[in-house]
């Protein structure tokens, strides 16, 4: 009995040992095979990842020349525009000019315009006094005037004295005069009868050419071209002002004011010749000019307290 025993516990661990051996074989040829598996993808990897990096060179290079073909291109198409614009602006219709811009030439050569200030400065100094040696003087608006008109042209020699009150700063009066005749809406303001007015050239500091349109009676429109020139002293300053026709044929007023302190008191002169117009006659040239000044005054004094020149463009 008990060699029938032992001999069963012999085959019992026979077996035990023969399936554990067989168990063991399995795992170790399934570690295996997975081992395998597992280099296996590691090589796939390693390849794919050298064939994902030589595919980058091309590409690269591909998007450069993509990059620069489109550089390439919007310049191109940048010049391409640029003859566009040119061949439709040589076959556009031409547009009209502003009349300022048909201007004679001559008012933007510099030399010209002085030499018309000279010309007229010596003009006026000339032919005034002796026009108006034997007038009368009258009061016209609190301005004394004194005219004649001789030949077609007026003569005015015309004097107002603002009185010890008015304000003596030269300099300031001088800078909101000339504001004036460099701003549209202040001209306008000061001159009722001017229905449009341009500055087309500033020669210097002290010198301008501007164009204006004057409203005449029944209702005719003049275009005249002015040269206005000022210079500043130390107890004042003058300044001239020439109305020329449109072809500068003639010049149709020539004025020039004075503004300067004189025994304490300010006093404004002007001295003019004028031309009369067919259009006005020639007895209301004279209050026609007055008018203006003491509007200009009435216009300017509330700013500068009388402290201003003035100038007559008829």
Same mark, same amino acid.
């Given at each position: 009995m008990t060699i029938l025993t032992n001999e069963a516990l012999e085959r019992r661990r026979a077996r +035990?040992?023969?399936? @554990? %051996?067989?168990?063991?074989?399995?795992?170790?040829? =399934?570690?295996?095979?997975?081992r395998q %598996?597992?280099?296996?993808?590691? #090589?796939?990897?390693? +390849?794919?990842?050298?064939? #994902?990096? &030589?595919?980058?060179?091309?590409?690269?290079?591909? =998007?450069?020349?993509?990059?620069?073909?489109? @550089?390439?291109?919007t310049q191109q198409n940048a010049k391409l #525009?640029?003859?566009?614009?040119? #061949? %439709?602006?040589?076959?556009?219709?031409? &547009?009209?000019?502003?009349?300022?811009?048909?201007?004679?030439?001559?008012?933007y050569d510099n030399v010209f315009l002085l030499h018309q200030v000279e010309a007229t400065l010596q003009c006026l100094s000339e032919t005034v006094p002796p026009a108006l040696a034997h007038a009368h003087p009258e009061m016209l608006r609190g301005w004394s005037t004194k005219h004649a008109c001789n030949g077609g042209l007026v003569y005015v020699d015309a004097t107002c004295s603002l009185g010890p009150d008015a304000s003596t700063d030269m300099q300031s009066a001088c800078d909101a005069h000339w504001e004036v005749f460099n701003d549209k809406e202040l001209y306008s303001q000061m001159n009722a009868h001017a229905l449009d007015y341009k500055v087309i050239h500033r020669a210097h500091d002290d010198m301008l050419v501007a164009c204006s349109t004057i409203l005449f009676p029944d209702n005719v429109l003049v275009t005249r071209y002015m040269i206005l020139y000022k210079i500043r002293?130390?107890?004042?300053?003058?300044?001239?002002?020439?109305?020329?026709?449109?072809?500068?044929?003639?010049?149709?007023?020539? @004025?020039?004011?004075?503004?300067?302190i004189v025994h304490g008191s300010v006093v404004a002169q002007a001295l003019s010749r004028s031309s009369v117009p067919r259009h006005l006659d020639s007895t209301i040239l004279v209050p026609r000019m007055i008018e203006q000044l003491s509007k200009w005054l009435d216009q300017i004094s509330p700013r500068v307290d009388h402290n201003t020149e003035f100038t007559v463009a008829l």
């Open positions: +035990k040992r023969k399936n @554990t %051996q067989a168990w063991r074989l399995k795992e170790h040829q =399934l570690m295996e095979s997975l %598996q597992v280099e296996a993808l590691e #090589r796939q990897l390693r +390849k794919d990842a050298e064939v #994902r990096t &030589t595919d980058l060179v091309p590409r690269s290079s591909e =998007l450069e020349a993509l990059r620069q073909q489109e @550089t390439m291109l #525009r640029e003859a566009l614009a040119r #061949r %439709q602006a040589l076959f556009a219709l031409p &547009t009209q000019l502003p009349p300022f811009r048909l201007a004679d030439p001559r008012l002293f130390r107890d004042g300053f003058h300044s001239c002002c020439m109305s020329f026709a449109p072809d500068l044929s003639e010049i149709t007023t020539c @004025t020039l004011m004075k503004y300067a």
